[in-house]
């Protein structure tokens, strides 16, 4: 049997390694709109986050999301980001229990 590659990216706020569907896509689409995609479908420039808010403040420090689309983000989309991924977290354990 033939060994599948799993493909791995670096999260923006951390810098860790992880395979792709670990992680959370952020989107500049081509009109400049920044958004969250986890379908990991929509356009436009993608970079990784790590779900988790320690990452995601990080990330907002360092203003890493700003360099890796080469324009400013807002601290909305931070907030934003921060407010989704508890939603998130939160169905995930509901669906456990």
């Known amino acids: 049997m033939k060994v599948r590659k799993v493909p791995m990216r670096l ?6 390694s992880r395979p792709k569907r670990e992680l959370v896509r952020v989107v ?3 009109d400049g ?6 379908t ?5 420039r993608g970079a990784y986050i790590c779900p988790d808010a320690q990452c995601v403040n990080k990330a907002r420090k360092n203003k890493r999301l700003s360099k890796s689309f080469e324009c400013a983000v ?3 989309i931070y907030d934003g980001l921060l407010k989704e991924l508890s939603e998130r977290s939160g169905e ?6």
Do not use: H, T
Request: hydrophobic share 25%; proline share 10%.
């Open 33 to 38: 709109a920044v958004s969250l995609d986890f």
């Open 11 to 16: 999260c923006a706020g951390c810098g860790a």
């Open 74 to 76: 807002p601290d909305e």
């Open 40 to 44: 990991g479908r929509k356009p436009g």
């Open 92 to 97: 995930r354990q509901e669906e456990r229990r």
């Open 28 to 30: 500049r689409a081509p």
